[in-house]
């Protein structure tokens, strides 16, 4: 017959990693349990020096723990607590996962060789317990969910009370969603508040990741009605909801909480400054994105070391998207390029992992391209004879965008993941940035586009979302050269999209001009490309289209000069019909050019000086070169000193955004993680 249940205490930190759900531009696990909570009584059937190494690990004094473990397995080969102590060090010191969980088995294994598989009444075997979630939550950092799930089982078998919501996640993670809802509300159903807390957690994890995006806001409200009830509220808890209510496009609702959230107690997993710039580059709100940007080092740096890697990836998106979009494609591409062959841990993130680095392709692939449009513009300026030299650099960017671009579309191939792409804001659509799924237009095709837009608009029943389906279709047509239908579209997106979509409207505002302007609807594309380039004058770069104006005439040798480099622009295209013009000032010593809209105002200018030795074709160039900086992009202060600090390239400690890493102890005796 079976061996007695025991009651086992057991540490709510180590199970932490077993349950809350936190979405923070992900879905993902949380952590807001007490601090090794009612751990094993290290007198239990412990010598004074096992007892020593296990104090130290679960007060976080990793490297001492680890050298009072190391030395004692030295001396006594079969002693499981020095095993288990390296186990935790290796885990929560170290983030070395694979390492923590060789060292936890062989602990277990020499347990069992002396005490056996099943429980008594002896205190040793709150050892067995704590081994045994220990071993649970260690398989789930590696993604092992169904050894996660069994450890959980085997605990259950043999002890009380049950670990209940904790299975909530790994069933979802394997997609068993009926059975993950089920253990949830066991867990809401239950006295103990941390059950019931990981219950209503998990239930909003697990609705968003089934599909039912109001549910899983409800749930989300409820789980944050919990949390400030009863005094528990923490980071997790404000960014799971403030997810919610991006899924339902409630953008002010999701910035005010996200606020709240970055006050909050620190998540382990997701970071609130991460969704804040990510919110405010998509309200075009440059300042306050580059702000939040500054603050994602530091917040993860106060996260313990086994998670900091955690969420490396999301910074690194955070950060290239906020470069492309302000007009540092080199930038850009240096994080991209790192984003693409050193993938996050995504045991704690529901989300399909192939959904992310689709997205890190396609930033890596517009960025190339927009290092391209900026070289072939450098090479409009440039003596005939050496711009072959420029444009066959263009054409090697244009190559590799090409594989970026193909690296998305095997990602984009299951039917499945494609078509959820295109549900900004639901788990299915990962943190697709509403102003960079159209790029999917010329990476698989309008057509293929079209069809999925069709058959994702089908199945998304969220009110406010036809706006977005509008304007993915918007482009698709434009491809195609349906202007009709783009114009169609485009106007009805525009009409219904939150001006808080700033950059997408831009882009839609640019897709509507372009429409118009081919179908000859000359006052219609005049009032687009204004709009457009009073919400983000970067679009057109991106898109890697030419805005048709005219050149002021007159000037003098210099304003000729420059004339003669904008014609060859492939920024502008120069018709004499078009809504908008380039003024021209200039003289021997200075000259200014500004893009001006059909009703005078003025959209942006680029002004030089000469220097010693300039003839008037190197002053031009260099009027022409500062007019495309200035108009083409929006206006940033941001220098290389601030790049560093956003990247953490001027760092002395280690970059966090930088390496695999195992969360060692720099030089300065800073851990600063990965």
Known sequence: MPAPRLRALVSRTALSALCCALFAG???EAQDAPEWEAAPDPAAAASADETAAYELATTGRHVKARETAEKLVRAHADSYVGHFVLGLVQHYGEANFPRALYEEKLALRLFEAKHGPAPGTALPWRWHSRIITELAATEGDLDHHSEKLGWLARHNQLYDPDLIADRAWPLMKLGRY??????????????????????????????????????????????????????????VDLTNFAEASRSMFLLDEAEQVTVEATSAQVAWYG???????????????????????????????????????????????????????IGRPDDARRITSKALVMPDRRAHNSRDPAQDRAISALLDRRALLLSAEIVEEDAAAEPFW???????????????????GRQAARLLADDRRLVGTFQIGTARSAVMPPWLAGELVEVLGAGVVREAVRRARRTD??????????????EAALAQDDDAKALELGRRSLAALPPAEALLRARVEALVATAAWRSGQLSAAARAYDAAFQADPGVFRRLGVAVP???????????????????????LDVVEAAPLSVRIAATSTSGR???????????????????????????????????????????????????????GSNRVSRDPLEGIGTGGVDSEGLDDGP
């Not at 029943?461 to 918007?474: G, I, N």
């Not at 007159?554 to 480099?565: L, P, Q, S």
């Open 26 to 28: 992900l879905v993902a």
């Open 271 to 325: 970071n609130p400054h991460i969704d804040l710039a990510e919110l405010y580059l998509r309200e075009a709100r440059f300042p306050e994105a580059l702000a939040a940007l500054r603050e994602i080092p530091r917040y993860r740096a106060e996260r313990p070391p086994h998670v900091r890697d955690a969420d490396r990836n999301e910074s690194r998106r955070a950060l290239s998207a906020f470069f492309l979009v």
């Open 461 to 474: 029943h969220r009110e406010r979302a036809p706006a977005y389906y509008d304007a993915f279709e918007c």
């Open 178 to 235: 009926a059975e993950a809802r089920r253990a949830a509300r066991l867990g809401v159903a239950s006295d103990d508040r941390w059950e019931r807390a990981v219950g209503l957690n998990a239930l909003c994890a697990i609705e968003f990741e089934a599909g039912d995006d109001g549910k899983s806001y409800a749930a989300c409200q409820l789980a944050l009605d919990d949390a400030r009830e009863t005094g528990s509220l923490s980071a």
């Open 593 to 647: 050019a500004c893009l001006v809209g059909a009703g005078g105002a003025v959209l942006g200018c680029g002004e030089a000086g000469a220097r010693s030795g300039d003839d008037a074709d190197a002053l031009a160039r260099r009027i022409a070169a500062a007019f495309h900086s200035s108009v083409f992009a929006p206006r940033v202060d941001l220098t290389q000193a601030d790049v560093g600090s956003l990247d």
């Open 386 to 404: 050496r711009r072959p030299w420029q444009l066959g650099r263009a054409a090697l960017l244009d190559l590799e965008a090409w594989t970026s």
């Open 549 to 571: 104006v005219r050149l002021s005439e007159g000037g003098g040798a210099v304003a000729e000069a420059v004339r003669a480099v904008l014609s060859r622009s492939p920024r």
